[in-house]
């Protein structure tokens, strides 16, 4: 049985924290642009208009209810044959991004609907404008017992982008693979992989926490 080669690990890792980059910038950018598309998509399901509640939650429901590898297939080597190209790392944070961004709609939305209903009273019968109620009243208040859930997402996105290896992406984990089939040695570079990714998604789950109380103090 092979023994853990610590010389072997200091000589590869230059590379993997190379990749870790890749991944760390894929995961932030990912859940950046879910966080945002999600809350429209949330808003937009809870219209009033029909004509936009209902394909927002037909697409919603559609891509919760197929695997993000495939839609990362449609994203990198479908779409390029309507004219949207993109490189694989474009692709990858678009697919995961959008991907996500249905689920946190529906986290936006559980948090919308449990705003008492006062609050929603008060802001019509100050006539506020809907950014300004959203910004100033709903939002603050929705966004407060949402926010642990929006932090496992943002760690559930980290964690699946190893997936996006399937578009050719050279993430951590794939960075891992390749040094693996070079040399033979997959011990090192899957475990150092897999602590990366224990550190960093127990370093995301501090800082939520952290968020979490700082705004529980601001009330």
């Known amino acids: ?50 004509w936009l509640a209902w394909p927002t939650g037909a697409l919603v429901e559609f891509i919760r209810s197929t695997p993000l590898l495939i839609q990362l297939y449609v994203v990198f080597y479908v779409l390029p044959n309507y004219g949207l190209n993109l490189t694989a790392l474009q692709a990858g944070i678009l697919g995961i991004a959008l991907h996500y961004a249905c689920y946190t709609a529906e986290v936006y939305r559980a948090g919308l609907d449990a705003v008492p209903r006062a609050q929603w009273e008060a802001v019509t019968a100050l006539n506020l404008a809907p950014l300004a109620a959203y910004r100033d009243v709903i939002l603050p208040q929705a966004l407060r017992p949402i926010l642990p859930a929006l932090g496992n997402y943002l760690i559930s996105i ?21 040094i693996g089939s070079e040399t033979f040695r997959y011990l090192e570079p899957i475990t150092m992989v897999g602590l990366f990714f224990l550190i960093l998604s127990l370093g995301l789950a501090w800082l939520v926490r952290r968020l979490e109380n700082r705004l529980e103090t601001a009330r």
């Open 158 to 178: 980290l964690k699946d982008t190893p997936v996006l290896s399937a578009i050719t992406v050279v993430e951590i984990m794939q960075r891992a693979k390749n």
């Open 1 to 50: 049985m092979n023994a853990f080669d610590w010389a072997f690990a200091l000589e590869i890792l230059p590379r993997l924290l190379d990749a870790a980059l890749t991944t760390i910038l894929i995961a932030l950018s990912g859940f950046g642009i879910a966080v945002v598309v999600g809350l429209f998509l949330a808003l937009g399901r809870r219209s009033r208009h029909r």
